[in-house]
């Protein structure tokens, strides 16, 4: 794959945007917390990957119906007594 192709894959950005787009990720985060940011995006993209090949072997992830429980409501009453002299 070409350099061209690349771009295009992208969104069609070119090399001033993509440079544009990394200077201000570089200012937002600071250089400390670049290499943070790109190992989650590796572990990321690495655990994406696996679970995308693992076809058959996907948990099943849609969710199971919920039992609805009977909603139990307290009142507090107060009572007094009024004495009439």
Request: glycine share 12%; proline share 4%.
């Amino acid at each position: 794959m070409t350099d061209g192709n690349f771009l295009h894959a992208i969104g069609g950005l070119g090399a001033w945007e993509i440079f544009l787009i990394l200077l201000i990720v570089l200012l937002i985060f600071g250089a400390g917390k670049l290499p943070q940011i790109g190992d989650a995006l590796g572990k990321g993209i690495k655990n994406f990957k696996n679970a995308s090949k693992a076809g058959d072997d996907a948990v099943d992830v849609t969710p199971k119906a919920i039992e609805a429980k009977p909603e139990t409501r307290t009142v507090d009453v107060e009572t007094s007594v009024h004495e009439n002299a």
